[in-house]
């Protein structure tokens, strides 16, 4: 019996709100068959004539693209948006991977064996019993429902999700990981990491059916977050109009010093940060010239940059904090306090943000994030112990200004002067 003809239109785009997901568009008397066919591939319904490709592995524009050229020999006529095309064009590699003999090849295999385990979690063919964090990475015990019974001990997450050990008895699974990791152990599922969140998000519609990742708990209110190249040109605009800091950039060319005129402030900034949890900015001050570190701080690429600026603000002009404690403008605020014999923690009412305070900690005493849970922060500012308590509450006051503003005044951020946009960055780009 011969086919039907493959009378259907087929446009890919990529999402306007999950960077870099892909949406599928159809049209036409056999779009049913062309969104069977990208539902093999990977694409999930979110409305009559719409699909969506969101990984947690950051491989939508290799798969969409796969999935374009698949449908194009079946007959259908098929439309692939420019920037799409760009981003399929672009060699990706990730930095600081942890396997790095891994080929490329290698990497997008470890990488579709992390989805799977993804979407089989999501779907609940894989059941997870209990997690736990051994210091560097989340670890898990879950059992495969379906088929042939498989428990397993997964570690890692996202995209470096595997299968650590496999067992055919799932008492002796439990047992052997509740001796692993003890105290350290929580029932059920791990949270959501950030990258799941918005993965749920985009796959999300009224028309698509419920899953697992959608029947939990909503996520809190996501905080502000730094854009791609905001701290590029805040850097250029800070220092290119203060006389007082001398400002160059390293041979390697990856990394930029600013040294204020008192030359005891030293401010380091990292062009190849791309994550928002990368550290982005390195600042330190020194006890004289030549003398030893008094403190430090590091920052991520998403911090907003209004926090950065009140930083930089201090260390150039310091103003005697009038606060007693460096948490006092967030106590005002409203900020709820959370006591635990090792830190204290103060959180934002909308749960965007929080200040930690760790006192017997010596490098992280000191930590301001975006979100609610410090192990998996939208952005961080984290300070060494012997850090001005006058730094501390500035920033405190801009973090709470930011965070929980009154009710008749609009969100804004302090102004920043406008730059022409930034010199295009080379093909090839780190994740």
């Known amino acids: 019996m011969p086919y039907a003809p493959a009378d259907a239109h087929v446009s890919f785009t990529l999402h306007p709100d999950h960077h870099p997901g892909v949406l599928a568009t159809t049209s036409g008397p056999t779009s ?48 692939v948006a420019p920037a799409l095309q760009e981003e399929i064009d672009t060699e990706w590699t990730w930095a600081d991977y942890p396997m790095p003999w891994c080929t490329p090849e290698e990497v997008r295999q470890v990488s579709a064996d992390a989805q799977r385990i ?8 894989l059941n997870i019993h209990m997690y736990a964090n051994d210091g560097h990475n989340t670890v898990a015990v879950g059992t495969y429902a379906s088929g042939v019974r498989i428990h397993v001990h997964l570690h890692g997450e996202n995209h470096l999700r595997q299968v650590a050990m496999t067992y055919e008895d799932e008492t002796k699974a439990v047992a052997e990981f509740q001796r692993l990791y003890t105290v350290a152990v929580h029932p059920g599922p791990a949270p959501l990491t950030d990258l799941e969140q918005s993965v749920r998000r985009a796959l999300r519609s009224e028309t698509a059916p419920p899953t697992r990742l959608q029947l939990t708990e909503a996520p809190p209110a996501a905080p502000t977050v730094a854009g791609p190249g905001e701290h590029e040109q805040f850097l250029n605009t800070l220092f290119e109009s203060r ?3 001398a400002k160059h950039r ?46 430090r701080a590091t920052i991520t690429a998403g911090t907003p940059v209004p926090l950065v600026h009140a930083i930089i603000e201090h260390l150039d002009t310091p ?61 961080s500012i984290r300070f060494s112990a012997g850090v001005p308590q006058d730094l501390l509450v500035q920033l405190t006051a801009a973090v709470a200004e ?12 302090p102004p920043v002067p406008l730059l022409p946009a930034p010199p295009a960055q080379p093909r090839a780009r780190h994740r």
């Open 118 to 125: 993804h979407d089989d979690i999501a779907t609940g063919r």
């Open 402 to 413: 930011a965070a929980s503003p009154p009710p008749s005044v609009s969100r804004q951020s």
């Open 243 to 245: 006389q007082q800091w």
């Open 32 to 79: 049913d068959a062309a969104r069977s066919h990208l539902h093999d591939l990977g694409f999930r319904s979110t409305g009559p004539d719409t699909m969506v490709l969101a990984r947690i592995d950051r491989e939508e524009p290799y798969y969409a693209d796969r999935a374009a050229n698949e449908l194009a020999r079946y007959g259908f006529t098929v439309d």
């Open 250 to 295: 390293t041979w390697s060319d990856e990394t930029t010093i600013a040294v204020h005129e008192c030359l005891t402030v030293r401010v380091e900034f990292d062009h190849e940060a791309r994550h928002r949890t990368d550290v982005a900015w390195t600042i330190a001050e020194y006890d004289g010239p030549v003398g030893e570190r008094l403190w």
């Open 319 to 379: 103003i005697p904090a009038d606060a007693s404690e460096p948490h006092t403008p967030l106590k005002e605020a409203g900020w709820a306090a959370a006591s635990h014999p090792a830190r204290t923690t103060w959180q934002a009412p909308d749960r965007s943000a929080a200040f930690e305070h760790l006192p017997h900690a010596t490098d992280d005493r000191w930590t301001v994030f975006g979100g609610d849970d410090t192990n998996r922060p939208a952005w």
